[in-house]
């Protein structure tokens, strides 16, 4: 299983909001293995922040998140990416942060979660139960998508993957992720600045889950990291 980079990532400034920490000290590559190597939708898009100032705040803490990122991705003994492109390696891709993509929503739990198989790159499944979903718009158009949980994984830990319109053109064919740590009045900001790659966009020895049909949207998610190449 691909190591959580808490090691290596621990210079975040005293800016990093807790979900962008969260999204860089938990888990950069989730649910990724090495195979050879080892709410309610809004009617409009309102704002998820109280103020200027705060959603300011918050777009500087996913710039420095980003930065952080690249210097693991270059420098740490755990980067996904291969000797070669380590080398070449200056910075990954990402859209302008911005808060078109952020949203507040409400985690609709399943009263009884159903267990599934989630399909990966090489061909193996992981075990997972269905345990909820975020409603919300894009654009005025009604969007759902699942939220999951490994089995085994920490009891806190939440999994998003999702597929959208620019996959295979200017992001991952495969799809990507979005993280969550589990809160207890079932609120989250859903921020898709942080959608990220997973492991085997910079390696293909890494074996990581393919988003169930379920979380293919039709919208473009103009958010978050681009490809890679």
Do not use: W
């Not at 649910?31 to 709410?39: F, R």
């Not at 704002?47 to 710039?63: C, N, Q």
């Not at 942060?97 to 790159?121: D, W, Y």
């Not at 997972?128 to 089995?151: C, E, M, N, S, T």
Request: hydrophobic share 35%; proline share 6%; glycine share 6%.
């Amino acid at each position: 299983r691909a190591v959580r980079p808490s090691d290596g990532v621990s210079t975040m400034t005293a800016r990093m909001h807790p979900l962008v920490e969260f999204a860089l000290a938990g888990i950069l590559f989730a649910g990724c293995d090495q195979s050879e190597k080892a709410g309610q939708a809004l009617s409009m898009h309102e704002s998820a922040f109280d103020s200027p100032s705060d959603l300011e705040e918050y777009l500087a803490s996913v710039v420095e998140y980003r930065r952080v990122k690249d210097k693991f991705f270059k420098e740490n003994g755990e980067s996904p990416l291969k000797g070669e492109d380590r080398v070449a390696f200056r910075r990954l891709k990402y859209y302008e942060a911005s808060e078109e993509f952020i949203f507040r929503v409400t985690l609709q739990k399943f009263e009884n979660p159903q267990s599934l198989k989630i399909g990966t790159t090489t061909g193996d499944v992981r075990n997972a139960i269905k345990y909820g979903y975020f409603d919300f718009a894009v654009g005025g158009k009604p969007q759902r998508l699942h939220i999951y949980k490994f089995i085994p994984e920490p009891e806190s830990y939440l999994f998003l993957p999702f597929t959208d319109a620019t996959n295979g053109k200017e992001t991952y064919g495969a799809g990507r992720y979005l993280d969550f740590e589990e809160s207890q009045d079932e609120t989250y900001l859903l921020d898709f600045n942080l959608a990220y790659s997973p492991s085997c966009a910079y390696d293909e020895n890494y074996s990581c889950p393919i988003p169930p049909k379920e979380n293919r949207l039709d919208v473009a998610i103009e958010a978050g990291e681009k490809n890679f190449h």
